[in-house]
């Protein structure tokens, strides 16, 4: 990004990035805290973001739904950022989907068995 475009970029406010993405406020400064996000400062010393701080924060929220520890979203970032992984990046990006498919697997057998449930207790009320 030049520093013209980047110059020109809207900057939004902490509440704005919270309404925007979903979340409480304290959830984005939990987030900066962690190094998953980082504002600018106003010249008042009010956190300002880019734009693109609701899609992350949303991306961190899927994350984190999804057993991910924030060190490990951070590991996440720059593969996202770049579009471009390495082959240790790759393996790992492949292991948290496999774990991710596991615990879906195991939530739909889960659902599976509730269905099961519903439907004896249905015909014998």
């Known amino acids: 990004m030049t520093v013209a475009v980047a110059a020109a970029e809207r900057l939004i406010r902490i509440g704005e990035v919270a309404r925007g993405a979903g979340v409480s406020v304290r959830a984005v ?3 900066e805290q962690q190094g998953l ?18 899609a992350r924060v949303r991306f961190f929220q899927q994350m984190f739904a999804a057993g991910l520890t924030s ?10 950022d770049s579009g471009h992984t390495d ?19 195991e939530l739909q ?10 439907a004896i207790t249905d015909a014998h009320p």
């Not at 996000?37 to 609701?54: H, K, T, V």
């Not at 057998?109 to 519903?118: G, K, V």
């Open 71 to 80: 060190r490990r979203i951070t590991e996440l970032l720059p593969c996202w």
């Open 109 to 118: 057998t889960a659902r599976e068995r509730l269905d099961e449930i519903i």
């Open 37 to 54: 996000l980082i504002p600018e400062r106003s010249p008042s010393g009010q956190r300002l973001y880019r734009q693109d701080a609701i």
């Open 29 to 31: 400064r939990y987030y």
């Open 87 to 105: 082959a240790e990046q790759r393996a790992m990006l492949r292991a948290e989907r496999e774990r991710i498919q596991s615990k879906i697997d």
